[in-house]
């Protein structure tokens, strides 16, 4: 009784204003909060590769002690990516067609093949030849099912003699090399499905792939950081500092080319005042203002721009605990401000109408196939899988396992930010 | 390195190219017949759709805004409640206010239920509307689709005849022809689960009869016809030839099928 009570008032509140096309009178928009969880996740998948890429490609060392770790948090996302896309297709069950009978104009045909050439030419490639070594070495001691799983990544490849594991730290570094274009590519195609809907004047927008590709390093950065340091308090070891301060100087530099191509987004929007401005200006400053100017502009961007700015000044004179409880404060920020941004791209665009005449507005669902408990169990899954791969690939207890977390002491904490 | 470049290998090169260039329409081919074979029309036997070209004129200073048009869509092809294949809508403009230095006043759209009821009487008062007038909305049969466009597997289509379709046997419903639309033309069928839209009512216009929409007009404000073959006296060529033809969103190159005649400004 209560419950259709409370159907009737929700039923009854405005669910449009002005003028908006008949069939754009849906009580929830198209695109729901899945399509807003698929984007973040894959982006996330592009930010953690790049920040692995900086170990093999670019060769900072200091960053070693991430390696790893980025790697399969990569990996664990990645797995997760088309989830939100399959639950959120009318037809699920037709999802192959995209790979057997893919139409070659449209952005999200090419998703299939960019997904599967960056799953398998790129991670599980880059991972099996970083680790083929480590298998070798685990499936001789390990035992049990570990054993047995550590002896088929093998692959029956056993061979440890030097020329091949040359070969393998050769492969690793040219398929990192690969590694960083297609990350671009995997991400900069998700920016290039909303940017080439020039129907709508809050997607259509040529900066849209580089402002897709830029916060997904961003936050694909500041996952890693908080992977880590995560990690570290569970172990109840101390992190590495130098590595957690030049993470942080590569997550505060990408911060800041991300909030300038952004702001030279809203720039050009504003100063060209095309068609359709009014409208867009009242949804950022109306119905987007809690996600878009408080969540994305005030707390995911200017406050962890600061905070880490000043940590780029005075890090010296701060206490390693201090900047470590600043560090994971503004990388949570970060996280929950990315994924702010693309609730403001993908649900803002649907909040007026094509005819720039009237609004729409999204009361999201607590249960239900689109609603607000699965995409929690959406985001939270990666999270599982990757303490899973954490478990398997990244224990502590494994003999030739100097590089877990290497440069870490062991400690007692009780606080991430005090890892 | 420059040793290494030949005249054998730089004619190679070159003859790999051309050869791919060759092979490029024998692909097509073969992807148009693999898309022929997956993506139906449902079009009888017999009707090729290369020998016509279809064409629908709305002319908006003779709709009366009754609504036949849109139920009879409805009722035709099963459209789900609380969507439209067709749909009317209703501009109101006020007169500018004294002194405001403004063409017109304020400009008010509607369209209660699609228009299927018809309207009733505008709220504001009659001394205080510039002008008033009906505008029938569907499928804009884009010459340059941007829901065919963005298709992941090719399930909506523009047919040689014009018709743009949607092969619900094959369309993963992913929404995104719907969101690619322009014109607000397409929708999320809840029963089928895939997009859906007009046709043109392709399954009467192949069998020689007109969209139903047309045939119901009262006031003859949907003109329909095939380019290609002209009857003696065509209202369709009449309609271009005695009218300033606009189309909608002429910005953004979609290319309308669909073409007005007494379009005001204020129509999107």
């Known amino acids: 009784m209560n419950a259709t009570i409370l159907t009737n008032v929700v039923d009854a509140l405005p669910q449009f204003e002005g003028y908006v096309y008949p069939n754009e009178r849906t009580f929830h928009p198209l695109w729901s909060v899945l399509i807003v969880v698929y984007p973040y996740i894959t982006g996330l998948v592009a930010g953690a590769f790049i920040m692995a890429s900086l170990v093999r490609v670019f060769k900072v060392k200091a960053l070693e002690p991430i390696y790893r770790l980025a790697l399969l948090t990569a990996l664990a996302f990645m797995l997760c990516a088309t989830l939100p896309l399959l639950c959120h297709l009318g037809h699920p069950e037709r999802c192959f067609e995209i790979m057997m009978t893919p139409h070659f104009s449209s952005p999200m045909a090419m998703f299939g093949f960019v997904y599967a050439w960056y799953l398998m030419a790129v991670l599980l490639l880059e991972l099996w030849f970083d680790y083929r070594r480590d298998f070798v070495e685990w499936s001789k001691t390990e035992t049990g099912l570990r054993g047995i799983i550590y002896r088929a990544f093998t692959l029956g490849v056993t061979d440890l003699s030097e020329p091949a594991l040359r070969l393998d730290a050769r492969m690793g570094r040219i398929i990192s090399v690969v590694g960083i274009p297609s990350a671009f590519l995997l991400h900069g195609y998700v920016g290039f499905i909303f940017g080439s809907i020039k129907a709508n004047p809050w997607w259509g927008n040529p900066l849209m792939p580089i402002i897709f590709i830029l916060s997904a390093v961003v936050s694909g950065m500041a996952l890693c950081v908080f992977a880590y340091m995560v990690l570290c308090w569970v172990r109840r070891i101390t992190a590495d500092m130098r590595c957690l301060d030049l993470m942080i100087s590569f997550l505060f530099y990408a911060m800041v080319l991300d909030a300038a191509i952004e702001g030279l987004d809203w720039l050009h929007r504003l100063y060209s005042a095309e068609e359709g401005i009014e409208v867009l200006k009242s949804v950022a400053s109306s119905k987007l203002f809690y996600t878009l100017l408080i969540g994305q502009a005030c707390l995911g961007t200017l406050v962890p721009l600061l905070l880490l700015g000043t940590m780029q000044l005075i890090r010296k004179k701060v206490a390693d605990l201090n900047r470590r409880r600043v560090y994971f404060s503004s990388t949570v920020l970060i996280l929950i401000g990315v994924l702010a941004m693309r609730w403001n791209v993908v649900i803002g665009g649907q909040l007026f109408s094509k005819s720039l005449r009237g609004f729409m507005s999204y009361k999201m669902e607590f249960s239900g196939h689109e609603g607000w408990w699965l995409s929690v169990a959406l985001i939270a899954l990666p999270f599982i899988v990757l303490t899973v791969f954490i478990k398997f690939f990244l224990a502590q207890d494994l003999p030739t396992l100097e590089n877990v977390v290497p440069g870490a002491t062991p400690r007692t904490g009780s606080h991430p930010a005090q890892a | ?268």
């Open chain 2, 1 to 268: 390195m420059s040793e290494h470049i030949t005249r054998r290998a730089v004619l190679k090169n070159l003859a790999a190219m051309v050869g791919g260039i060759l092979a490029m329409p024998a692909a097509r081919t073969c992807k148009a017949a693999v898309q022929h074979g997956l993506a139906s029309s449902r079009a009888p036997a017999g009707y090729d759709p290369f020998k016509h070209k279809w064409l629908m004129a709305l002319d908006v200073d003779r709709c009366i805004g009754c609504g036949l048009c849109v139920e009879a869509c409805c009722r035709e092809n099963g459209v789900p409640e609380g969507h439209w294949r067709t749909w009317i809508e209703r501009y109101v403009i006020t007169k500018p206010k004294a002194g405001s230095g403004e063409t017109r006043g304020e400009t008010m759209v509607d369209s209660p239920d699609g228009g299927k009821e018809g309207f009733t009487e505008s709220l504001v008062p009659k001394e205080d509307i510039l002008k008033s007038f009906f505008v029938p909305k569907l499928c804009n049969l884009c010459e340059h689709s941007p829901c065919t466009q963005v298709c992941p597997v090719g399930a909506t289509f523009e047919a040689p005849d014009g018709a743009v379709l949607v092969d619900k046997n094959y369309c993963i419903g992913c929404g995104f022809c719907i969101q690619a639309c322009p014109y607000g033309c397409r929708f999320l069928n809840p029963e089928t689960h895939t997009a859906d839209k007009c046709t043109l009512c392709y399954h009467r216009i192949t069998r020689g009869l007109k969209p139903a929409c047309v045939e119901i007009c009262p006031s003859q404000a949907r003109i329909f016809g095939d380019l290609k073959n002209p009857v003696p006296d065509d209202p369709l060529q009449r309609f271009i030839a005695n009218n300033q033809v606009e189309e909608l969103k002429k910005s953004l190159g979609t290319g309308p099928r669909v073409i007005y005649a007494g379009l005001d400004e204020e129509v999107r």
